[in-house]
């Protein structure tokens, strides 16, 4: 059964980095390409950027400069990291997993509070 | 940046049919894809590749279009199908959501 959980900081403060863990099971991360989305109040649904099945990234222009995406294939997780946190930061991010066509399956989610 | 435009909401009730669009400022061919979203819950993949229906989605649900103009239908509607209902394209780079459609079940 493919699972994919995201665990994350919950608050997190102006200007500080951003860390999220996606644990997943059910599936190699070898085979698939991983993504990240964010939805916001401000945004809506926003894409992040993903990791390819053999590991090299593309992100989105829009976090480009304050985005890393990494993963530990021995430990099925991949790990998003955005420094420079601003309030409209705050919102719901996600990992999802890329199927056929370039859709996702996504995992549950986790709130995020960008504040003082 | 591909603007994919979704009309805000809709009332049907239940046991009619519903169409959602969802219109791409580019053309996207065939790489579209829609989802089902309810309040505090992830979004769920219904229809991927415009036409092609997700494992496991009931047929009540089926896509179509490509190109630029693209539809999801749902018929009959059902009570448990009030969600809010996203498109997204994966064609062009970046990938895009559209800003949803809130489908209230009357």
């Known amino acids: 059964q493919v699972q994919l959980k995201e665990t994350g900081p919950g608050l997190v403060q102006p200007t500080q980095t951003l860390s999220i863990t996606c644990t997943v099971s059910?599936?190699?991360?070898?085979?698939?390409?991983m993504q990240w989305v964010r939805q916001t109040p401000g945004k809506g649904l926003e894409w992040m950027g993903f990791i390819r099945s053999g590991g090299s990234t593309e992100y989105n222009s829009e976090f480009k400069s304050r985005l890393s995406i990494s993963r530990d294939t021995s430990k099925n997780q991949v790990f998003l990291k955005m420094n420079s946190l601003k309030t409209e930061d705050t919102g719901v991010y996600y990992c999802?997993?890329?199927?056929?066509?370039?859709?996702?399956?996504w995992g549950q989610g986790v709130m995020v509070t960008v504040s003082s | 940046d591909t603007v994919l435009t979704q009309s805000p909401a809709l009332a049907v009730s239940p046991g009619e049919r519903v169409t959602i669009s969802c219109r791409a400022s580019?053309?996207?061919?065939?790489?579209m894809h829609w989802y089902q979203q309810k309040p505090g819950q992830q979004p769920k993949l219904l229809i991927y590749?415009?036409?092609n229906l997700e494992s496991g989605v009931p047929a009540r649900f089926s896509g179509s279009g490509s190109g630029t103009d693209f539809t999801l239908t749902i018929d009959p509607v059902e009570a448990d199908d009030t969600a809010t209902y996203f498109c997204?394209?994966?064609?062009?780079?970046?990938?895009?959501f559209g800003s949803g459609t809130k489908l209230e079940i009357k």
């Open positions: 997204q394209q994966s064609w062009n780079d970046p990938f895009t």
């Open positions: 580019e053309s996207v061919s065939t790489g």
């Open positions: 059910g599936f190699s991360l070898t085979s698939y390409y």
């Open positions: 590749g415009a036409s």
């Open positions: 999802a997993r890329e199927g056929a066509y370039g859709a996702f399956n």
